[in-house]
C-alpha cells in the first residue's frame, strides 16, 4: 500500500482525476482488468488516513461511474450496427443479439444494479445494453442506482473498517483479496453450475 500512498502524496489533487479515469475506463470491455472493487475499497480506507476528502472522493467515483455507463452504452450501440451489418462474419452474429436482447428484458434491470458489483459482467453490461437497444430512461435509472451503491458502499466500508479493525492497514491485502474472492463468487458458481449441467 505504501507505492498507494506515495503516489497520492505525489499527484494531490491530481490523484482525483486519475481515479476517475481509472472507473471511467473500466466500464468497457477492453479495459475489464482494471480494478474495481478493490480500488474503491483502499481508496475508502485512505479517506480514512487523511489521503483524500471522503466526500469529493465518492462524488469523483460515483460520477465515473456514471459517465462511463453512458459512454460505453453509446459504444453498443455502434457495435449493433457492426453485427447487423457483418451478415455473421463474426464471432458475435445477429442470433447472438437476439438471446442477448431476449435477456435484457428479463433481467436487465439486475445486469445493471447487481452486475456492477461483479467484475467483468460489470465491463461487459452497459455495451450489451447499448447493442439489445435497451430502454434508455431505464438504463440511466438502473445506472445511477447501481454506480451509487457500488461507489459509496464499497468506498464507506473501506473507510469505516478502518477506523473499526484494530491495525486494519497490516490487514488491507487479505481483506482486498477477500473482496476480490467474493465478487468474483457468482460468477464461479454459476460456472460450476453450468460445468455440472
Do not use: C
Amino acid at each position: 500500500m505504501n507505492y498507494l500512498i506515495h503516489f497520492i502524496q505525489f499527484a494531490g489533487f491530481f490523484g482525483y482525476i486519475v481515479l476517475f479515469l481509472i472507473i471511467f475506463f473500466e466500464s468497457f470491455p477492453p479495459t475489464f482488468f482494471l480494478p474495481g472493487d478493490s480500488l474503491l475499497f483502499v481508496t475508502g480506507f485512505l479517506a480514512s488516513q487523511g489521503y483524500f476528502n471522503m466526500s469529493l472522493l465518492v462524488g469523483t467515483l460515483f460520477l465515473a461511474s456514471i459517465f462511463g455507463y453512458m459512454f460505453s452504452y453509446a459504444m453498443g450501440e455502434k457495435l449493433r450496427s457492426f453485427i447487423l451489418r457483418s451478415n455473421d462474419k463474426y464471432w458475435f452474429k445477429i442470433k447472438h443479439l437476439h438471446y442477448t436482447e431476449d435477456f435484457y428484458k428479463k433481467y436487465g434491470d439486475k445486469t445493471i444494479i447487481i452486475g456492477r458489483f461483479v467484475p467483468i459482467v460489470r465491463s461487459f453490461s452497459p455495451t450489451l445494453a447499448g447493442a439489445v437497444e435497451m430502454s434508455y430512461k431505464k438504463f440511466i435509472r438502473d445506472t445511477i442506482i447501481g454506480g451509487f451503491l457500488w461507489t459509496g458502499g464499497l468506498t464507506s466500508i473501506g473507510f469505516y473498517l478502518s477506523n473499526i479493525i484494530p491495525n486494519a492497514d497490516k490487514l488491507l491485502t487479505p481483506i482486498v483479496l477477500a473482496i476480490i474472492f467474493v465478487s468474483l463468487l457468482p460468477a464461479i458458481i454459476e460456472y460450476i453450475h453450468k460445468w455440472k449441467k
